[in-house]
């Protein structure tokens, strides 16, 4: 079962600020299937980058993603109020699916 | 508009069974595959099962195998999840997601309910 693992847990970020979020997997994990959620306190998950690095209708080009192999990055180039919140990498394999476990991004 | 429409928790006994559902609308149900993640209060997502579009393929989280079974009729667009054995650590808001499959662009899981809660406690 490949394991992901996110860092960092927590990123206190001010707006305007660029947030790095990174996503390794315990295996190689095409870039195909490796995908990006954003959710927000008593929400469901929202889709923000599917394969890797193309961004999902009616995501806003500050966000992208990045990476292949092992290691994957989501990037939000200037943070907007509304970007604070938990974000999950999860990837689609032999398992089936696995998330990681979360990095929330919240006010500094 | 694209929909999907969680129901059927509630509060049951360890041990105890539940019935969840999903209605989909918006869409044609019976060309997608759907998937149950489910999230414990104040912790991370965690995928449940995946039933393929006809039913013929269904795969469970190790977590859940042989206590939950999915299916779905494509005739009504719905789509459940029978729990039954449930344990505290079964207490989650349980999503129900529609997967795509794109190949060579990416697969994923691009529409969700917004949830029902399970708690299972005495």
């Known amino acids: 079962e490949i394991v992901l693992t996110q860092s960092p847990g927590t990123l206190s970020l001010s707006p305007g600020e660029r947030a790095t979020l990174s996503c390794r997997a315990s295996?190689?994990?095409?870039?195909?299937?490796l995908t990006w959620y954003q959710q927000k306190p008593g929400q469901a998950p929202r889709l923000l980058i599917y394969?890797?690095?193309s961004r999902a209708t009616g995501i806003p080009d500050r966000f992208s993603g990045s990476g292949s192999g092992t290691d994957f990055t989501l990037t939000i180039s200037g943070l907007e109020p509304e970007d604070f919140a938990v974000y999950y990498c999860?990837?689609?394999?032999?398992?089936?699916?696995?998330f990681g476990p979360g990095t929330k991004v919240d006010i500094k | 508009e694209v929909q999907l429409v969680e129901s059927g928790g509630g509060l049951v006994q360890p041990g105890g069974s539940l019935r969840l559902s999903c209605a989909a609308s918006?869409?044609?149900?019976?060309?997608?595959?759907m998937n149950w993640v489910r999230q414990a209060p104040g912790r991370g997502l965690e995928w449940v099962s995946y039933?393929?579009?006809?039913?013929?393929?269904?795969y469970y989280a190790d977590s859940v195998k042989g206590r939950f079974t999915g299916s779905r009729d494509n005739a009504k667009n719905s789509l459940f999840l029978q729990m039954n054995s449930l344990r505290a650590e079964d207490t989650a808001v349980y999503y129900c997601?529609?997967?795509?499959?794109?190949?060579?662009?990416?697969?994923?899981?691009?529409?969700w309910g917004k949830g029902t809660s399970v708690a299972v406690s005495s």
């Open positions: 039933i393929s579009t006809t039913g013929s393929a269904i």
């Open positions: 394969g890797a690095s």
């Open positions: 997601a529609r997967f795509r499959a794109k190949s060579g662009e990416g697969y994923y899981m691009d529409v």
């Open positions: 295996q190689s994990v095409s870039s195909t299937y």
């Open positions: 999860q990837q689609y394999g032999s398992s089936l699916f696995t």
């Open positions: 918006g869409f044609t149900f019976s060309g997608y595959s």
